[in-house]
C-alpha cells in the first residue's frame, strides 16, 4: 500500500467518511505486510474513535490488538482485547489472545484464567468451539509445564487427546511429561489413543529415553523429519555442490546451536572454539537461542571469530546468511531438541553437514552426512543404527575444565543425608528414570542394608510416586533421599558427599556423568545399543575406570553391591579419577579439538573426492511398523540378546505382504534371497 492510499485512507475515516469493516481490515493488512504495522494500528483506531457504536467494533479491536503484540506493544494489546471482551463477552478468540498477552506480561496466573474462561463458555458443541477449546488447553498446558506443574499440564493434554487424539505435538509433550514425573507405563492407552499411535508419535528425544531400540529410534527420527520438519529447497542458498577449494584460506566451519549460553551444551562447548587453530579454521558461530548476554555467551563470544545471532531470522533467511558467508562444513549442535533449526540444513546451505553433540542419536534426515560418536559409543558394527556416516573422535563428549566449584563444600548433615551411611547417588533428570532403571536401584538398596539413594528433587507428586513404588517393593521411603536443585556452582560442590553414582538406562548420563567425574565420584553404567545408552560408558571409560562400565543388569547390581562393601576399593578409585584429571581423555580438550580438525579434513577429503557419504534412509517406514509392534515397557529391549533377530523376522512377515528392497541393515540381499527360498519351500508341490 502507498503511502498516498495510506494518507487517503485516513483523511476518509478521520473525516466521517463511510469506510466498511471489510475495506478496513483489508487496508490495515496491506500496511502490516508491508511492514508499517504501527500505522495499521493507527488506522484501527482511528475508525474506532470514529465508530464507537458499531456492533462489530470487536473486530477491529482484536485485530489492533494482533499487531499491537507482534510488535512487543503488550500494554496496547491488552487494552484492546479487553475493549472487544466488554463488546461482546462471547468472543472466544479475545481470551485466548488475552491470556498470550497477560502471560508476556508476567502475569501467567490472570492468562490461566482468560484460558479457563474459553473452556467455560464451551457448552454449545461446534466445530468452531472444538478449535477454541483445544487451542485454550494447548496454552494451559504449556503454561503449567513452564511453571512446574506437570500434572495439571498432563490433564489438559489428556483433554486434548480425548477430543482429537491427532494432534502429533500434543502426544510429543504429554509423553514427556509423563517421563518427568515417572510414571509408568509412560505409553499407557487411552481411550482415544493406543499405546502404538502414542510410542509412533513420539518426539525423538522422547523416543531415546523410552527404549534401547536404536533401529526404532532411527525410524522415529526420519519419520518426524519428514512430517514435522517444514523442508524447502533452498533455491540460491543451496549449496550442496559447492567446491571446498581451500587454497589460499581456511576451512570455514559453522556451529548452529541455541544452547550456547548458560546450558548444558554451551559448556560442554566452552572450551571448543578458543582451542581451534586459527590458522586452519575460520569459526562461525549461528545462534539461535535466547538472550544471554550477561551468562557464558560473555566467555564464548570473545573465542568466536564470527558471532550470528539468526534468532529473529527465519529459516529461508538465515540459510541465505550461511550461504553468503560461504561456510564448508555445517554443525547441527542441536540436533532434535529444543529450539533446533533443522530445516535450515534442510536448505543445503553448506556442501558438508553434520550432526554432533546436541541429540544422542541419529537425525534420520537425507540432508546429514556425518554423525560424530566415538569407538564405544558407535562401535564398528553399529553403523546400521544412522542414517548418517558414523566417523570417531577419542571421546566423543568435550567438557569445561574451567566450571566453577564453590569453594565451600557442604557437610551430610546440610545435605539432609545420614553421617555413616553408603550413599548412592544419581542426579539424572527424573525423565530418564525408567521403571527397569528403579527396579533396579531398588534391588540394591535391598541389598545394602542402611544405604540411600539421593535423587535430584523433581515436584512432590514424583517424590510421593517414588516413594509408595519403594515401599510397594520392600523399601523405606526414608531411604530416597531428594537434593533440592542448585545453581551449579553449589550443586558440584556437593557431589563428593556421595559416594557411588548409580546410572539411569537407556538414557545415560551425559553433562551429568562429566560433572561427577571430574568431582571424583565413581559410577555404574550399563551400555546398551543406542547412542544415548553408550555415552556414559563412553565417559567413565575416557576418565580411566573402564572396570565400572557393564553390560547387564546383573553385572551392574553385582558391582554396585560389591563397591558398597568395600572402601578400599571405592577410595582407590577415587584417588584414579583425582590423578588422571588433568591427562585422562575426557578432559583432554586439546586432544578432542586436533582430533576434531582432523575429522573436518576427512570430510572435506570425501567432498572433493566425490565419496559425500548420501544418508541411507531405505526400508525406514518397515522397520518403524516392526518396532511399533514392540511393547518396549513389558520388557526391557535392552537386555535381549536376540534383537536383531526380532527385526528380522518382522521384517520377513511385512516382505510377504509388501516387499521390501535389500537395505543395508538387517534386510540385506541375503536375507531377500533366504526369504524368497523359504517361501518357494512352502509352495505346493505338482503331483
Given at each position: 500500500?502507498?503511502?498516498?492510499?495510506?494518507?487517503?485512507?485516513?483523511?476518509?475515516?478521520?473525516?466521517?467518511?463511510?469506510?466498511?469493516?471489510?475495506?478496513?481490515?483489508?487496508?490495515?493488512?496491506?500496511?502490516?505486510?508491508?511492514?508499517?504495522?504501527?500505522?495499521?494500528?493507527?488506522?484501527?483506531?482511528?475508525?474506532?474513535?470514529?465508530?464507537?457504536?458499531?456492533?462489530?467494533?470487536?473486530?477491529?479491536?482484536?485485530?489492533?490488538?494482533?499487531?499491537?503484540?507482534?510488535?512487543?506493544?503488550?500494554?496496547?494489546?491488552?487494552?484492546?482485547?479487553?475493549?472487544?471482551?466488554?463488546?461482546?463477552?462471547?468472543?472466544?478468540?479475545?481470551?485466548?489472545?488475552?491470556?498470550?498477552?497477560?502471560?508476556?506480561?508476567?502475569?501467567?496466573?490472570?492468562?490461566?484464567?482468560?484460558?479457563?474462561?474459553?473452556?467455560?463458555?464451551?457448552?454449545?458443541?461446534?466445530?468452531?468451539?472444538?478449535?477454541?477449546?483445544?487451542?485454550?488447553?494447548?496454552?494451559?498446558?504449556?503454561?503449567?509445564?513452564?511453571?512446574?506443574?506437570?500434572?495439571?499440564?498432563?490433564?489438559?493434554?489428556?483433554?486434548?487427546?480425548?477430543?482429537?487424539?491427532?494432534?502429533?505435538?500434543?502426544?510429543?509433550?504429554?509423553?514427556?511429561?509423563?517421563?518427568?514425573?515417572?510414571?509408568?507405563?509412560?505409553?499407557?492407552?487411552?481411550?482415544?489413543?493406543?499405546?502404538?499411535?502414542?510410542?509412533?508419535?513420539?518426539?525423538?528425544?522422547?523416543?531415546?529415553?523410552?527404549?534401547?531400540?536404536?533401529?526404532?529410534?532411527?525410524?522415529?527420527?526420519?519419520?518426524?523429519?519428514?512430517?514435522?520438519?517444514?523442508?524447502?529447497?533452498?533455491?540460491?542458498?543451496?549449496?550442496?555442490?559447492?567446491?571446498?577449494?581451500?587454497?589460499?584460506?581456511?576451512?570455514?566451519?559453522?556451529?548452529?546451536s541455541s544452547d550456547l549460553r548458560d546450558h548444558a551444551v554451551g559448556y560442554l562447548m566452552a572450551e571448543v572454539f578458543a582451542l581451534h587453530d586459527r590458522e586452519k579454521i575460520e569459526v562461525f558461530a549461528y545462534y539461535c537461542g535466547i538472550p544471554d548476554p550477561t551468562g557464558l555467551q560473555a566467555r564464548l563470544k570473545p573465542t568466536i571469530e564470527h558471532w550470528r545471532d539468526i534468532r529473529e531470522l527465519d529459516d529461508a533467511a538465515a540459510a541465505k546468511?550461511?550461504?553468503?558467508?560461504?561456510?564448508?562444513?555445517?554443525?547441527?549442535?542441536?540436533?532434535?531438541?529444543?529450539?533446533?533449526?533443522?530445516?535450515?540444513?534442510?536448505?543445503?546451505?553448506?556442501?558438508?553437514?553434520?550432526?554432533?553433540?546436541?541429540?544422542?542419536?541419529?537425525?534420520?534426515?537425507?540432508?546429514?552426512?556425518?554423525?560424530?560418536?566415538?569407538?564405544?559409543?558407535?562401535?564398528?558394527?553399529?553403523?546400521?543404527?544412522?542414517?548418517?556416516?558414523?566417523?570417531?573422535?577419542?571421546?566423543?563428549?568435550?567438557?569445561?575444565?574451567?566450571?566453577?566449584?564453590?569453594?565451600?563444600?557442604?557437610?551430610?548433615?546440610?545435605?539432609?543425608?545420614?553421617?555413616?551411611?553408603?550413599?548412592?547417588?544419581?542426579?539424572?533428570?527424573?525423565?530418564?528414570?525408567?521403571?527397569?532403571?528403579?527396579?533396579?536401584?531398588?534391588?540394591?538398596?535391598?541389598?545394602?542394608?542402611?544405604?540411600?539413594?539421593?535423587?535430584?528433587?523433581?515436584?512432590?507428586?514424583?517424590?510421593?510416586?517414588?516413594?509408595?513404588?519403594?515401599?510397594?517393593?520392600?523399601?523405606?521411603?526414608?531411604?530416597?533421599?531428594?537434593?533440592?536443585?542448585?545453581?551449579?556452582?553449589?550443586?558440584?560442590?556437593?557431589?563428593?558427599?556421595?559416594?557411588?553414582?548409580?546410572?539411569?538406562?537407556?538414557?545415560?548420563?551425559?553433562?551429568?556423568?562429566?560433572?561427577?567425574?571430574?568431582?571424583?565420584?565413581?559410577?555404574?553404567?550399563?551400555?546398551?545399543?543406542?547412542?544415548?545408552?553408550?555415552?556414559?560408558?563412553?565417559?567413565?571409560?575416557?576418565?580411566?575406570?573402564?572396570?565400572?562400565?557393564?553390560?547387564?543388569?546383573?553385572?551392574?547390581?553385582?558391582?554396585?553391591?560389591?563397591?558398597?562393601?568395600?572402601?578400599?576399593?571405592?577410595?582407590?578409585?577415587?584417588?584414579?579419577?583425582?590423578?588422571?584429571?588433568?591427562?585422562?581423555?575426557l578432559f583432554n580438550m586439546e586432544k578432542l579439538v586436533t582430533r576434531l580438525e582432523g575429522l573436518y579434513g576427512q570430510m572435506v577429503a570425501d567432498h572433493q573426492s566425490g565419496r559425500l557419504p548420501a544418508p541411507d534412509l531405505t526400508n525406514l517406514a518397515a522397520y518403524m511398523a516392526a518396532g511399533l509392534d514392540i511393547d518396549h515397557e513389558a520388557e526391557d529391549l535392552m537386555l535381549r540378546a536376540d534383537y536383531a533377530e526380532l527385526y528380522r523376522a518382522?521384517?520377513?512377515?511385512?516382505?510377504?505382504?509388501?516387499?521390501?528392497?535389500?537395505?543395508?541393515?538387517?534386510?540385506?540381499?541375503?536375507?531377500?534371497?533366504?526369504?524368497?527360498?523359504?517361501?518357494?519351500?512352502?509352495?505346493?508341490?505338482?503331483?
Amino acid at each position: 500500500m502507498n503511502q498516498d492510499l495510506l494518507v487517503a485512507t485516513l483523511q476518509k475515516v478521520s473525516s466521517g467518511g463511510d469506510i466498511g469493516l471489510p475495506e478496513l481490515i483489508g487496508a490495515a493488512g496491506r500496511l502490516a505486510d508491508s511492514g508499517q504495522a504501527a500505522q495499521a494500528i493507527q488506522l484501527y483506531r482511528m475508525w474506532l474513535n470514529a465508530n464507537g457504536e458499531h456492533p462489530q467494533r470487536f473486530v477491529a479491536q482484536f485485530n489492533g490488538a494482533v499487531l499491537a503484540s507482534q510488535t512487543g506493544d503488550v500494554a496496547t494489546a491488552r487494552q484492546l482485547l479487553e475493549a472487544a471482551l466488554a463488546v461482546n463477552p462471547d468472543f472466544l478468540p479475545g481470551y485466548i489472545n488475552l491470556g498470550g498477552v497477560l502471560e508476556k506480561s508476567g502475569a501467567a496466573a490472570a492468562g490461566l484464567e482468560q484460558w479457563n474462561a474459553v473452556l467455560a463458555r464451551l457448552a454449545p458443541i461446534t466445530g468452531q468451539a472444538v478449535q477454541y477449546k483445544l487451542a485454550a488447553l494447548k496454552q494451559i498446558a504449556r503454561v503449567q509445564g513452564e511453571q512446574q506443574n506437570p500434572a495439571a499440564a498432563e490433564e489438559a493434554m489428556a483433554e486434548s487427546l480425548d477430543i482429537n487424539p491427532h494432534q502429533r505435538e500434543v502426544i510429543e509433550q504429554y509423553v514427556a511429561v509423563r517421563m518427568a514425573q515417572c510414571k509408568w507405563p509412560v505409553a499407557a492407552p487411552r481411550e482415544s489413543l493406543s499405546r502404538r499411535e502414542m510410542v509412533g508419535a513420539m518426539h525423538p528425544l522422547s523416543m531415546a529415553v523410552y527404549t534401547d531400540d536404536p533401529l526404532l529410534q532411527l525410524a522415529a527420527a526420519a519419520h518426524y523429519v519428514e512430517t514435522s520438519i517444514r523442508e524447502e529447497p533452498g533455491e540460491a542458498a543451496d549449496r550442496r555442490h559447492a567446491p571446498v577449494d581451500l587454497k589460499g584460506r581456511r576451512l570455514r566451519v559453522g556451529y548452529v546451536s541455541s544452547d550456547l549460553r548458560d546450558h548444558a551444551v554451551g559448556y560442554l562447548m566452552a572450551e571448543v572454539f578458543a582451542l581451534h587453530d586459527r590458522e586452519k579454521i575460520e569459526v562461525f558461530a549461528y545462534y539461535c537461542g535466547i538472550p544471554d548476554p550477561t551468562g557464558l555467551q560473555a566467555r564464548l563470544k570473545p573465542t568466536i571469530e564470527h558471532w550470528r545471532d539468526i534468532r529473529e531470522l527465519d529459516d529461508a533467511a538465515a540459510a541465505k546468511l550461511i550461504a553468503e558467508d560461504e561456510i564448508d562444513i555445517l554443525v547441527d549442535v542441536n540436533g532434535h531438541t529444543r529450539d533446533s533449526r533443522t530445516a535450515i540444513f534442510a536448505r543445503r546451505p553448506a556442501p558438508i553437514q553434520v550432526n554432533w553433540l546436541g541429540f544422542p542419536g541419529t537425525m534420520g534426515s537425507p540432508y546429514h552426512h556425518y554423525i560424530i560418536g566415538d569407538d564405544w559409543i558407535t562401535p564398528p558394527g553399529s553403523e546400521a543404527y544412522y542414517s548418517e556416516e558414523v566417523v570417531r573422535l577419542p571421546c566423543y563428549q568435550p567438557n569445561d575444565r574451567k566450571r566453577v566449584v564453590d569453594p565451600t563444600r557442604p557437610t551430610r548433615a546440610n545435605a539432609g543425608l545420614p553421617e555413616d551411611a553408603f550413599v548412592f547417588c544419581c542426579f539424572n533428570g527424573s525423565q530418564k528414570i525408567s521403571r527397569f532403571t528403579f527396579e533396579r536401584w531398588l534391588k540394591i538398596l535391598k541389598a545394602v542394608p542402611g544405604s540411600v539413594l539421593w535423587l535430584l528433587a523433581s515436584t512432590p507428586e514424583t517424590h510421593e510416586r517414588l516413594w509408595a513404588f519403594a515401599e510397594a517393593n520392600g523399601v523405606e521411603r526414608a531411604r530416597l533421599v531428594f537434593a533440592p536443585k542448585l545453581a551449579n556452582a553449589y550443586h558440584l560442590a556437593r557431589y563428593p558427599l556421595a559416594d557411588l553414582f548409580l546410572d539411569t538406562s537407556p538414557y545415560g548420563a551425559h553433562t551429568t556423568a562429566s560433572d561427577a567425574l571430574w568431582m571424583g565420584v565413581p559410577m555404574i553404567t550399563i551400555s546398551g545399543r543406542a547412542f544415548a545408552s553408550r555415552v556414559c560408558g563412553s565417559l567413565v571409560r575416557a576418565a580411566g575406570l573402564p572396570e565400572l562400565v557393564v553390560e547387564n543388569e546383573e553385572d551392574y547390581i553385582a558391582l554396585a553391591m560389591a563397591l558398597a562393601s568395600d572402601r578400599p576399593r571405592l577410595a582407590e578409585l577415587r584417588a584414579r579419577l583425582q590423578r588422571g584429571r588433568d591427562s585422562c581423555d575426557l578432559f583432554n580438550m586439546e586432544k578432542l579439538v586436533t582430533r576434531l580438525e582432523g575429522l573436518y579434513g576427512q570430510m572435506v577429503a570425501d567432498h572433493q573426492s566425490g565419496r559425500l557419504p548420501a544418508p541411507d534412509l531405505t526400508n525406514l517406514a518397515a522397520y518403524m511398523a516392526a518396532g511399533l509392534d514392540i511393547d518396549h515397557e513389558a520388557e526391557d529391549l535392552m537386555l535381549r540378546a536376540d534383537y536383531a533377530e526380532l527385526y528380522r523376522a518382522a521384517l520377513a512377515r511385512r516382505h510377504l505382504v509388501r516387499p521390501l528392497q535389500p537395505d543395508g541393515r538387517l534386510w540385506t540381499g541375503e536375507a531377500a534371497a533366504n526369504d524368497a527360498a523359504k517361501a518357494r519351500s512352502r509352495r505346493p508341490r505338482a503331483s
